[in-house]
């Protein structure tokens, strides 16, 4: 982590020495004289990139605050206590890509026992992995969307978005007939009777590329691409730096400037760790082809609410899939297919 | 000399190769296409199944051109079937409203094709009640009436047996359950009718601003 001729700080992430460094300077020796490790070193004098800075700065403030809020709370009753417990281990658990099994239960179960101390309600939620032989991918059918937007609402209701901000993941895209795909003089928000004599629509999302330029860029590889293709987020781990926005060739991520409220009855309580659990204010959020639905059987909200049937998702390695049959005998094509990012979201028409 | 030329050439080219080949650490797939191909596996092998979620969709199997899969029964959800509860003689012979009187499925009006396409008979059988008929009079039965629609709408109908066409219910994984024609579209009035988006975002309009 240190570099003599460097005069800034900067977070070694590729290769990371595997020397026990605190950040003070000395690489031999030591810098505050203990010679025995208690179980605070334990957890802090680990080499482990990111995190590890995060928490040498914020470690103090949170001790300080918790001594505070403890002291000074006069019911710190056991639910208080347990409330903490959980929320130091959240604060200092790993990088979900990295837990074991039984590491990803046990951040799942305080998630959830979370939840109910703080609302009294319980969630259902999961950490599945990917099923042997699965490859998501998604046909759109451009000819039978009509822009009635029903998947967006299924969308906002199953993946718990934010209703105050308005948070979308699918937008729609109504397209004048002979302007080609012209997403620049499309319009996303438009309301009025549909279809629109002379338009078409598109529908547009995360197209779970298969080469990700957005988990390319992430700095604390927070997002990743699943055994299955699906590109999730590890929203604990996210840290909201925006570059994989930045990154995404098809405006397929959307940032939370806010905490995500749900109202308390409208909150969809089967949920996924990777997928629509309630996430933090100032993280990124996307399309997840609903992980807690899809991994299941099940097709995601957007594909079920659709009323025209110009939605397909299916598993891309079955031969006798509805998907496969469209990549072999429709005219399909991708957005943007010369930067090779690989979407697997294909468009096609009648 | 010449020998150390191509060697080093070699090298380069084969260094050039693992250097650009970007999707090579990874996989050793250049495209997903390729990668789809390559990783296919036979249907019998996928464990994952959808049956959970059609459990309660009573269901009747499609089976044509080597297409396989399970369609919503259809008798059950017409709600004054049998027809011939009512139907028990011919049309001519029925009584005749009277003046003021509502004619019976006096709500459906035919929107389909045009008048000098299509009328009431060209589907239902004036013989059996019970069952509809072809253009050539064959019967057929109320829960295969993908097979009338399927007499004009060839093109809609080879896109609905792959999958290009309709709507899977349930889950992606098999078995298939597909939606049949008629239970999108109304068969008296089948086109999509117009109508206003279910949502529209504020929030988006105030950020443009
Ligand atoms: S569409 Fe954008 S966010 Fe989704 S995987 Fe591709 S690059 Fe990443
Ligand atoms: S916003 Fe989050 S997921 Fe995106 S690049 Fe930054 S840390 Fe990674």
Redesign the interface.
């Given at each position: 982590m240190n570099n003599d001729n460097k005069k800034w700080y900067s977070l070694n992430l590729k290769k990371s020495p595997k020397v026990d460094s605190c950040g003070c300077g000395n690489d031999s020796g030591s810098c505050s004289g203990e010679k025995t490790k208690d179980g605070y070193d334990q957890v802090m004098n680990v080499s482990m990139g990111r995190r590890a800075a995060f928490k040498k700065i914020t470690a103090g403030f949170l001790i300080g605050a918790g001594a505070v809020s403890s002291s000074c709370s006069v019911v710190s009753g056991d639910e208080n206590k347990e409330k903490s417990g959980i929320e130091w281990e959240e604060y200092f658990k790993g990088n979900y890509k990295l837990m074991t099994d039984k590491e990803k239960e046990e951040t799942v179960n305080r998630l959830t026992r979370s939840y109910e101390l703080r609302t009294g309600e319980k969630i259902n939620m999961t950490s599945k992995d990917a099923e042997k032989d699965v490859l998501f991918g998604y046909a759109f059918n451009i000819s039978k969307c009509q822009g009635y937007m029903d998947c967006v609402n299924a969308c906002v209701e199953e993946n718990n978005q934010d209703r105050a901000t308005e948070m979308q993941y699918i937008r729609i895209h109504e397209m004048e007939d002979g302007k080609g795909f012209n997403f620049e003089e499309s319009d996303d928000n438009y309301y009025h009777e549909v279809p629109a004599e002379g338009h078409f629509y598109m529908g547009t999302q995360c197209f779970h590329c298969d080469n990700p330029p957005c988990v390319e860029v992430c700095p604390v590889q927070a997002t990743w691409k699943e055994k299955d293709g699906i590109v999730v987020i590890d929203y604990d781990w996210c840290v909201g730096c925006r570059y994989c926005m930045a990154a995404c060739p098809y405006d397929g991520r959307r940032f939370n400037w806010k905490t995500p409220e749900v109202p308390e009855q409208e909150v969809n309580k089967k949920q996924h760790y990777l997928g629509n659990r309630l996430r933090k204010k100032g993280v990124m959020e996307k399309c997840t082809f609903c992980i807690q639905r899809s991994r299941e059987g099940q097709n995601p909200a957007c594909v079920e609410a659709c009323p025209t049937g110009a939605r397909t998702f299916g598993n891309l390695l079955d031969p006798k899939s509805n998907i496969r049959w469209i990549l072999e005998n429709k005219k399909v094509f991708r957005l943007k297919e010369d930067l090779g990012t690989e979407p697997k979201f294909w468009y096609y028409m009648d | 000399m010449i020998q150390k030329i191509v060697v080093k050439t070699l090298i380069i080219v084969i260094g050039l190769f693992v250097i650009s080949c970007?999707?090579s650490h990874e996989n050793n797939y250049h495209?997903?296409t390729d990668?789809?191909e390559a990783?296919?596996?036979?249907?019998e092998?996928?464990?994952?199944?959808?049956k959970?979620?059609n459990e309660n969709i009573k269901t009747v199997k499609f089976a044509e051109d080597g297409y396989e899969f399970l369609i919503p029964e259809r008798k059950s959800q017409i709600t004054s079937y049998n027809c011939t509860e009512c139907h028990t003689q011919p049309i001519e012979k029925l009584k005749q409203n009277q003046v003021g009187e509502k004619a019976a499925h006096w709500n459906i009006k035919l929107a389909h094709a045009g008048v000098e396409i299509m009328n009431c008979a060209t589907c239902h059988s004036n013989g059996n009640m019970d069952n509809l008929h072809s253009l050539t009079n064959s019967e057929i039965d109320f829960n295969y009436s993908y097979k009338l629609c399927s007499q004009c709408h060839q093109?809609e109908f080879k896109?609905w047996k792959?999958?290009?066409?309709?709507?899977?219910l349930?889950?992606?994984?098999?078995p298939?359950l597909?939606?049949t024609c008629v239970n999108?579209h109304n068969p008296h009035k089948p086109a999509?009718e117009?109508?206003?988006?279910?949502?529209?975002?504020?929030?988006?309009?105030k950020e443009?601003q």
């Open positions: - | 970007k999707h495209t997903v990668k789809i990783k296919t596996v036979s249907p092998n996928l464990t994952i199944t959808s959970t979620f093109k896109d792959g999958g290009a066409h309709g709507k899977q349930g889950g992606w994984a098999p298939r597909s939606n999108c999509f117009k109508r206003w988006p279910v949502r529209f975002n504020t929030q988006k309009v443009r």
